[in-house]
Each structure stands twice: as C-alpha cells, then as structure tokens.
C-alpha cells in the first residue's frame, strides 16, 4: 500500500449558515454522499440566528447543530473549530454543493507536512447566463485556478483560498490563531490566510478540489454582493491597516479609481470651457478606454474558446465595471463608517 492510501486524517465539516433554507439540504445531501471514511469524517452546521426553517431542515441529517449569537461568518467559523475534532479543518458555505471526492482530493494536498492550508475552485452550479459570467469574468465572483500551485504567499486579488472551498490543519490554527472576528462582509477568510503564510506554511490551490456554488441570479444581487465585499475590504483596512497585503491592495484600488475619476472630471471641466478637440479626445480616451480593452479581452475569450455568444463581449465588460465600481464605493463606504465596533 502506498503512501497515499495510508494517509488518512480525521477531518471537521464546518458549515456557517443564516436563513440558508433554500439552500442547505442540497449541501448536506451532497455531504452525505462524501467517500471518505465516516469514522473519520464529522459535519458541524453553525446557525447564525436563522429566522426561517434552517434548523429544522439540518436537525434531519446526522451532523452536530451549533447556534452562534454573534455577527458574521467568522464567530460561527470560530464556533465550529471549537467544537471539531478533525486534524484537518475544512469549510464551505450553505450555498454550495460538493462531489463525493472532495475530501479526498483535499488530504492528499496535505500530505506535504509544511502545508497549512488548501483551497481550490469554486464554478457555478446554475447554467444561466449571469452565473456563467461569474465565472468566466476577467475577475471571477469566486476563486478559479488553472494549475495547481504550492506557495508561500498569498497574492491579491486571485491568488488566496474562498472559505467556500478551504481548509486548514488544525495544529496551524492553533499556532497562528483562529479567524479574526472584526472582519466582516467580505475578505473573511483572507486575513487568517495570510497569517498561515507569514508563518512559513505553504498554501495549496489545487484545481481538483472543487465544490459548485449557487451564485448570485440577478444583477442587483450581484452589485449588492460585490458592495459588500468592497466594504469588507475597507474593514479590513481599518483593522489592519498597511499590516495586510489585502489592505494595501484594496487602497491601491480606490486611489486607481479615484484617480480615473478626477481625471475625467478635470478633462469634462476642459472640454466645456476650452473647446479643445484634443482634449476631448482625451476625455474620450479615458471614458472607453476600460470597456474597449473589455471587449478586446472577452473577443479573444469568445472566439479561443469556439463559445459563439457574441452577446457576452458587450454585456461582460458593462457588467465588470459596474463591478468595480461597486466594490469600490462599499470601500470607501466602510472606511468613512465609524459605527462598526473593532475589538482589539
């Protein structure tokens, strides 16, 4: 027998979830099916104060029912980790599905002892055209990798983990802490990653290890998603300052944005009362400059790929700025709120 049959570690499951109804009985059916040893394989479900009918539809299945009182996605993460007993720690939310070799995929990148944690790719589960732009946008909604990589620093804004689909060994989390609790909103996961890889563990994106994700179905709910991540960022601004990588790359984007839009207003300004017509060619250069590279961009996607759906060179890149402006508005947003408590 080789080395990699006889690898086998216990594993925690944990599940955040909040009014996740609609959502959640597919996951855990999905959990059921895992091919792993069950004497080594427990499924914690933490509720955040659902108000529907969570509880109900999890206390069906045979896993551990937590409930966690206060905010966010980490206090429930935190909440599982002490009460799991897996080596290895792995976490995915209420709105995903997951294949029944998941786990397994996911032990064998721990097999290296100097890995600290795993994560791998997050595609669409619906088939409609708002999810299928999600993952094949210049800047995917969730983390897709190409190849598997081994490496020692995380690397804004794609290179790190989604909590959907990551895990991490547990005597890591007990040498560099659990996850940080003032982060709220977006970039949950991220901060703790970036602790694991300050502490010289590698970090594995491995492209077999995949779980499907319910994306978002209509615009607005995109947009509202992705505010809400440009506000995590700007939290996590606030509490890490210049400390984070994430940080440094959130601030360099609303000074990039920042810095495009009063340079457009300052060739506006010019154009209405100088007249130049090089100047309003600037003007214009600066206006349709992002979507045309867009277009460029999703044209050669298209064809490469033999995908024919011309409409996605023209609907893609409106949909990535009003992205980019969203996440960062909620940024900046999140910077200027003082009502968020930060514990130290």
Known sequence: MNCECQFSPTVSIIVPVKNGATTVQELLESLMQIDYDKEKLEVIVVDGNSTDNTREIVSKFPVKLLKEKRPGLNAARNTGIEYSKGEIIVFTDCD????????????????????????????????????????????????????????????????????????????????????NENIKYGFDEDELVERICKKKYKMVLDPKVVVKHKHRLTLPELLKQTFQYGRGGGLLSRVRRMESVFSKWVLLCMLGFAIWISTILLFAFLTAFVGSTTILAILLTLLFLPPIGLM?????????????????????????????????????????????????
């Open 96 to 179: 995903c599905v997951v294949p029944e070799n998941w786990i397994r995929k996911i032990t064998e990148d721990f097999q290296d002892p100097q890995v600290g944690c795993v994560g791998g790719n997050i595609f669409g589960y619906y088939s409609n055209f708002l999810s299928q732009y999600s993952d094949e946008s210049v800047m995917p909604v969730m983390r897709i990798f190409k190849n598997r990589e081994v490496l020692g620093s995380v690397k804004p804004p794609l290179q790190y983990p989604a909590g959907c689909n990551m895990a991490i060994k547990r005597e890591v989390i007990e040498k560099v802490g659990v996850f």
């Open 296 to 344: 460029i961009f999703y044209t050669h996607h298209t064809f490469n790929n033999k995908d024919g759906k011309i409409r996605k060179i023209l609907v893609y890149p409106v949909i990535d700025i009003m992205r980019s402006i969203a996440f960062v508005v909620g940024a900046i947003y999140q910077l200027l709120k003082l009502e968020d408590k930060i514990e130290k």
